[in-house]
């Protein structure tokens, strides 16, 4: 009675070095086992090696000594025991070095230079003869994504470390320039070690951006220099707040690991809060039914039409981009509610005579135009370009979060776009819905998007040749209504770590063949303190395959 | 455009004691603000107090110290400042005692004793003016709970702990005896420090039953005297079991806090794992395709027409129901599948001519007399009544889980049930398909069901009045197929505290106004370390009915 798929199962089951997550893009593996020696050691072949990559190296190292995974099998470590007890190779080191002419920048540095020219590509060879470990890469951004990749090969069999498939060669690079997670602090707030735990796991699977939305209608959890009346009537509480050195602290923390971090201020709607400290700036404050004047509860906008409400926003626009170091910052511009500027008596004064779409217009060139002095790139939610016209620089990165349907009327305006699709990436559907006495509600995004649902996405799918050349990438994105600390790492893990392989290793690949790696993305991330959930009973997780319905 | 409801909602805020869970069933409050004294102190007015109820006392009075929760309006805690400064009535001390007459047994004694005659009502009486506190009650398991309601009052505002709505005169009893949650340990394994901290936040709402649904196909973590070879080849490792020093540990922690442990052992399906060290009893073990032998992988069923394997399982069923002190144990029988034992040579010859309802009724008097020899009353899943006409006891308690609709046929036949329907009760819903290589699965429980769907629960529709009095109440349930210590907290709370206000307080409430105290409830969990996930944003948490729809 064993299928044939089955066979596959096991076939898969016995080359253990695809339990690497992302799937590297060229692998080839050999059937030897290789122990890591006791004094295993991580050389770095650099004059004056920057501080974050010997900091990347000093963590791997950790990793290898306190993972202690036991392989996913029936027997878990004692299954490999003959094995590792038979294996004659022992690698004693692994040596870093960059390819000829690679300029040496820090990780940092290289995590934040131009999306599409960033340089994550690698090359590992680990030898079966004991000889030493080989990573070479064009920049020390590759060569931390290449640390990840060894880390992941290591398993604990009664206390020896030990790798299955040498000699293992690998040569890496990813499918899509940009692989991103969105986070939402707003609606429930998250302290600092919450979003560096993130930081690390987003690392551990090659996601490169940190998409924040750090503030919305219900809290205004950011210290902006010069504007700091925002989060003090705006926070949730004098300790919800994330300071100047707070930010630095988590865009250095997440540079280190690789992850550029891409703030949000959303404008012109979304801005409820700032009611609290600047009441002339906005619209309908509060005003009910909500439903009426917002997607949800507070409704709030900026007075888009306002001369003063402009020059504020540019200002703050322009003080809080100041503080990120990456080359993107996000407007926002979703979910802009017209019946609310309606209803608005200074906003129909402030439009004399003008169009709604108008002063959209007018604004966003303004906000805009604050990034461009700042040197930054604008990113926008759909609307911007599908529902209001408004101009923005070509270079302007457009994120489809409505529908995936509106991909490729996003690629027909020519712009640069992030699949971000509801229907695809949104963690935070399934849970019910939130709004009060609606015991029948859905949340809006229902059903449950499971992760075998966003790794079969197509990234190009209904896009010509020339607009897939406009998909820069893709994410994960969690808005928390439903979430805060309590469930974070159990909503967003390992569901995320879907997308981070299809935008790495690209679509197509089988999401029944993918379980048993994603499995052993999951049982990791929880030896590393990361409450990455069961995707099935440890029944399942032991016999790839096996609980399959075809099998 | 203040609505009625937004009124309504202001009110309810306004009523600070209403922040109880479960709702007492009677109560007074008035408007005095009353601080609890640096000194206070309870007092047992008891000669021989019971150890576990002096350990009670010491848990309400640290908790009274370190929950610090600052009450769920805007402003927290400083929003009461005032009221709390002007508040003149300090409460020094709180006193317990029994009522004339009534036995002094402990709350261990109390928790396990007939579900029907177990005492669990008290009367709290918090003056205003500064005189001591009174809690009394029938027993001390009564005790118990006016102190779990005692705790529910107190809040934090810079430093001083305060209770709002002063004198409050509280009558209270359970609408319905048994009040439960189900957790299932075998299909992933949790520690002894999860069931304890669950067993913690199960009492803070007054549940009073644990249905531990300990092993099944895929593991079996039970280490039962005798049948040590059951958990030495069935558990998932030698540290993912529950020894018997474990049970006793979970027996009496859960008796402490007034919770009775009712163990399942589900025979003749579910029991797949026992082919490991027996495979004489198993038919169809792990055969495949599992859909064809089993509702869910590995498939594997006793071999219910051996008088060999019959003869196992009751002294099986014997030897660990002697391990637990609850009257009930329950012995399963759900989703049995003919086709494994149509398959199965050797049940066909033990057939003999009787037919498979023949031998099932056989091998269920077996397990029941079991039973009985050791004074237990059998529980059971709905289908051993309504799929099959076996011989039971006339006490067994029937689970109704397959839907709600079937409640009305068990109590046809004359059966006491417990309400665990699958379209109410289920908390593993929605989390979409955990089985391999089935991309657009859901889970089949789904949708997700919400704590207002359970809330809306009506315990007696569809039952005549003397049907009715065979509920005995109901439960929260969570199958593990995706779940595990990574997400237990978030996956149970506050959800499960649905039912338990559900089967305390009565059915008919309305969930739009019992929001904002379920806020409380989830709240002061995390402040307790159980990680009960935001139901809102906290924007909404802190604006009672704000965020309604028809807000």
Known sequence: MLSQRLLLALLSFLVPASALWPLPRQISTGNSTLKLARNFDIKISL???????????????????????????????????????????????????LLDGAPVRSISE????????????????????????????????????GLSTFEQLWYDSDGTTYALGAPIDITDSPAYPYRGFML???????????????????????????????????????????????????????????????????????????????????????????SKSHPEHIACPEATPWGSFANEPPAGQLRLASPGTIDFTTKLIKAASKMFSSKFFSIGGDEINTNCYNNDAQTQTDLAGRTFEEALDTFTQATTGALKENGKVPVVWEEMVLEHNVTLPKETVVMVWISSEHVAAVAQKGFRL?????????????????????????SWCDPFKTWQKSYSFDPTASLTAEQANLVLGGQHLLWTEQSGPENLDPVVWPRAASSAELFWTGPGQDAGAALSRLHDVAYRMRKRGVNAIALQPQWCALRPGACDLTA
Chains 1, 2 share one sequence.
């Not at 699949?419 to 009060?436: E, K, N, Q």
């Open 110 to 145: 290289e995590a934040v230079v131009d999306v599409v020219s960033r340089s994550e590509g690698y090359v590992l060879h680990v030898p079966s003869d004991g000889s030493a470990a080989v990573l070479r890469a064009n920049s020390t951004l590759g060569l931390l994504r």
């Open 184 to 274: 939402d602090t707003a609606r429930n707030f998250f302290p600092l070690s919450d979003i560096k735990r993130t930081l690390d796991a987003m690392s551990w699977v090659k996601i490169n951006t940190f998409h924040w939305h750090v503030v919305d209608s219900q809290s205004f959890p950011l210290v902006v220099p010069g504007f700091k009346e925002l989060s003090d009537k705006g926070a949730y509480s004098p300790t919800s707040v994330y300071t100047p050195s707070d930010v630095k602290d988590i865009i250095s923390y997440a540079a280190a690991r690789g992850i550029d971090v891409i703030a949000e201020i959303d404008t012109p709607g979304h801005t409820s809060v700032i």
């Open 418 to 442: 992030v699949h971000a699709a509801s229907d695809f990436f949104y963690l935070d559907c399934g849970g019910g819905g939130w709004v009060g006495d609606f015991a029948s509600g859905n």
């Open 47 to 97: 004059r004056n090696a920057p501080k974050d990559l010997q900091d990347a190296v000093s963590r791997t190292k950790g990793r290898l000594q306190s993972d202690k995974l036991e392989r996913l099998v029936v027997g878990r470590g004692g299954a490999d025991a003959q094995a590792v007890r038979g294996g004659r190779a022992t690698l004693s080191g692994l040596t870093l070095s």
